[in-house]
């Protein structure tokens, strides 16, 4: 007879299974699509991306920038991003209720045309991957929590795998135990490499992702260095004296874009302004290479920020991690002012640093990509399995799950589960709601038994 730790590992196994299935396959499904949006962009907006208005004059970008916003009434340009060739320049824009348009300009900057944020490909696998489409709190929740139980997944695996030792040979086995077998062995496979695709992908989860973040901030030799937290200001001395005094253009609050780059959505024309022309000639000359982005002040004290991102989630625009570096420069002058660059971060920022572009799939070309795929159809196949190994032990019209503990939970499992709790919080508050649950049932099938035996 199996031992009390494994009975209580094998039915907490298959009841997160039973719940969470349908959740992982949506997940994965999603994330292998994603994978691959810079090469699906690249066909399906090759206009956009390559093509040419077919006028021959060349403007500048402020003009240019200047005619995207009366093309779009209501929208402000937030971010230039300047990428290498063949890639056209995209303007990012926003207006008041935060929806995003690109706009892609020629070599000549003449506007080729403009896209809804909402509807392209990349943000509509990323929408679908981190909250099924539906969004919200609670969604962005679920979406973690089946993340964290997949965790508890593998890791139960691996352990009744090895104590029962499933992949041992046996001469004589029926279909079930070649499917379970057959379940096992991927299983064990890609548990590490798994682990390490769902462990990169929490900084963009609702509650772990925000204990990473409030990590980073509160401890800058470990996470975010303080300069990145709190950029430097323009001299506000360059404004002329005579305007000084006038009331300065305000800044609509903005909020951080996927992948940490900032994405507010602009202000009102400051007339005293460094011409993003004039900022390039400055960067230019410091021999900054593209891809970059051009992030507009929010403020009259504000900076442009020149950065370079491992992870932006913009095709076209991701840099190796080594080259990562975030760039200010005075609105005014044009002065370089300092800079942040992967050197300067501390351990936490480093390992996503890494992390997501791993977990994206670009972070070594073609073969992340090819190994994250075969990781996600394995992971399915693993789903698959299971399901079939349950259905060949399922008797018709029952349910036929792992038999109750007719002990008590083993101190081991109890201790493994407070672990893992701890570690992910989200996942330790969904074993209390299990446990509460199981209790009241308890209690009424107690309740139910007292009541027959009176009668």
């Known amino acids: 007879m ?69 093309s779009y009434a209501g929208y402000k340009t937030n971010k230039i991003i300047e990428l290498e060739e063949p890639y056209n320049t995209r303007l990012s824009m926003k207006n008041a209720d935060g929806k995003e348009k690109y706009v892609f300009l020629d070599d000549h900057n003449q506007i080729i045309g403009g896209q809804d944020a909402d509807y392209t490909f990349s943000n509509i696998m990323r929408n679908a991957h981190s909250s099924l489409f539906i969004g919200g709190t609670v969604v962005n929740y679920l979406v973690e929590l089946a993340a964290c139980w997949a965790v508890f997944l593998l890791l139960s695996g691996i352990y009744m795998t090895f104590k029962a030792k499933i992949l041992k040979r046996t001469k004589q086995t029926n279909k079930r135990q070649k499917s379970r077998k057959f379940h096992a062995l991927i299983g064990t496979i890609i548990t590490i490499p798994m682990l390490v695709i769902i462990f990169t992908g929490l900084p963009w989860s609702a509650l772990m992702g925000k204990y990473i973040y409030q990590a980073s901030q509160d401890h800058p030799s470990f996470g975010t260095p303080l300069l990145q937290q709190q950029p430097p200001t323009s001299n506000v001395s360059e404004i002329p004296w005579a305007t000084r005094q006038e009331t300065p253009p305000t800044s609509d609050s903005g909020h951080a874009a996927h992948h940490g780059m900032g994405a507010n959505m602009g202000y009102v024309a400051n007339p005293n302004q460094l011409s993003v022309e004039k900022l390039q000639h400055e960067i230019d000359a410091m021999n900054i290479s593209k891809p970059y982005a051009i992030i507009y002040p929010t403020s009259e004290d504000g900076v442009y920020t020149v950065a370079k991102s491992s992870n932006t989630g913009v095709t076209g625009l991701d840099v190796s991690p080594y080259d990562e570096t975030t760039m200010y420069f005075d609105q005014y002058s044009g002065k370089y002012i300092d800079k942040v660059g992967y050197e300067d971060y501390g351990i936490l920022a480093k390992w996503f640093t890494w992390g997501i572009p791993l977990h994206e799939g670009h972070l070594f070309g073609w073969p992340n990509k090819l190994i994250n795929l075969l990781v996600c159809l394995a992971f399915l196949v693993v789903i698959v399995w299971g399901f079939r190994t349950w259905l060949l032990r399922k008797k018709q019209g029952m349910l036929s799950a792992p038999p109750k503990i007719s002990q008590k939970v083993s101190i081991p499992f109890i201790i493994f589960m407070i672990i893992l709790g701890i570690l992910m919080p989200l996942f330790g508050l969904s074993l209390i709601a299990v446990v509460l649950v199981e209790l009241i049932i308890n209690l009424v099938s107690k309740n139910k038994l007292a009541k027959k035996e009176v009668n």
């Open 2 to 70: 199996k031992n009390t730790l494994y009975q209580s590992f094998w039915r907490t196994h298959f009841y997160a299974a039973l719940f969470i299935t349908p959740l992982l396959i949506s997940l994965t499904l999603s994330g292998i699509g994603y994978l691959f949006y810079t090469d699906v962009e690249n066909q399906l907006y090759d206009k956009y991306f390559f093509g040419e208005s077919g006028k021959t004059e060349v403007q500048s970008i402020d003009d240019a920038v200047k005619l995207a916003e009366e």
